[in-house]
């Protein structure tokens, strides 16, 4: 029979005579795993919070037409340098052609800025490109729903040197942007220098000569 006495400083086995053990040293050992309990939680939490989390925007009300907004959004992501490849008018729908953003050795830094790829996998990662979507939704006769979402996949090659293009979860970055544009484009708000050149554009401007000065 075992007998627990909680407000004796020792607790013992009746049965067994001789037999004790110190309750400080339980209480020792009962701390000690609190506090390892405590640590292991607090990396755990550190962990998860260092761990991005996919964050696609909901999609937006605008009050135009959809025709209207369909035509905003193509100049848009065009302008943003996509290529359409399919425009359903009817459906109310716009998708770009596959658009590579990044290849060779930061190839896997880029894509995790953007996406959360398979890690699991071996092998290298190549390239990487997604495609952009665009739903048009009618809500009323001037009321359109627009929705955008993203496909991305890498490129991995295997130890054995085969090639497959792997799906990557969208954190929703690049769809915010694209809405952000398309927002600004809608409601008159693009900065009024949205093409401005950058230094390498800009065509070589003629440096005058120097004029000699006469001697006296």
């Given at each position: 029979m075992?007998v627990?006495?909680?407000t004796?400083?020792?607790?013992?086995d009746?049965?067994?005579?001789?037999?004790?053990?110190?309750?400080?040293?339980l209480?020792?050992?009962?701390?000690?795993?609190?506090v390892?309990?405590?640590?292991?939680?607090?990396?755990?939490?550190?962990?998860?919070?260092?761990?991005?989390?996919?964050?696609?925007p909901?999609p937006?009300?605008?009050?135009?037409?959809?025709?209207?907004v369909?035509?905003a959004?193509?100049?848009v992501?065009?302008?943003?340098?996509y290529?359409?490849?399919l425009e359903?008018?009817?459906?109310?729908?716009?998708?770009?052609?596959?658009?590579?953003?990044?290849?060779?050795?930061?190839?896997?830094?880029?894509?995790?800025?953007?996406?959360?790829?398979?890690?699991?996998?071996?092998?290298?990662?190549?390239?990487?490109?997604?495609?952009?979507?665009?739903?048009f939704?009618?809500?009323?006769?001037?009321e359109?729903?627009?929705?955008?979402?993203t496909?991305?996949?890498?490129?991995?090659?295997?130890?054995?040197?085969?090639q497959?293009?792997m799906?990557?979860?969208?954190?929703?970055?690049?769809?915010?942007?694209i809405?952000?544009?398309?927002?600004m484009?809608?409601?008159?708000?693009?900065?009024?220098?949205?093409?401005?050149?950058?230094?390498?554009?800009?065509k070589?401007?003629?440096?005058?000569p120097?004029?000699?000065?006469?001697?006296?």
């Amino acid at each position: 029979m075992l007998v627990v006495d909680l407000t004796a400083e020792r607790w013992y086995d009746s049965a067994v005579p001789g037999k004790s053990l110190d309750y400080q040293h339980l209480k020792v050992h009962a701390a000690l795993a609190a506090v390892l309990a405590f640590g292991l939680s607090v990396l755990c939490s550190a962990l998860s919070a260092q761990t991005p989390k996919p964050s696609l925007p909901d999609p937006l009300k605008f009050l135009d037409k959809r025709d209207l907004v369909m035509r905003a959004s193509r100049a848009v992501l065009e302008q943003l340098g996509y290529q359409i490849e399919l425009e359903d008018q009817p459906g109310g729908r716009l998708v770009t052609r596959p658009y590579e953003f990044v290849s060779g050795a930061l190839t896997s830094s880029e894509v995790d800025k953007i996406g959360i790829k398979n890690d699991t996998i071996t092998g290298s990662w190549l390239r990487a490109r997604y495609t952009v979507e665009a739903l048009f939704e009618v809500v009323s006769p001037t009321e359109t729903l627009l929705t955008v979402r993203t496909k991305m996949e890498a490129l991995n090659r295997d130890t054995n040197g085969t090639q497959k293009w792997m799906p990557v979860q969208s954190l929703g970055s690049v769809e915010k942007r694209i809405l952000g544009k398309i927002s600004m484009k809608l409601l008159g708000t693009e900065p009024a220098f949205k093409d401005n050149k950058g230094f390498w554009d800009k065509k070589p401007v003629p440096v005058p000569p120097v004029k000699k000065q006469s001697s006296a």
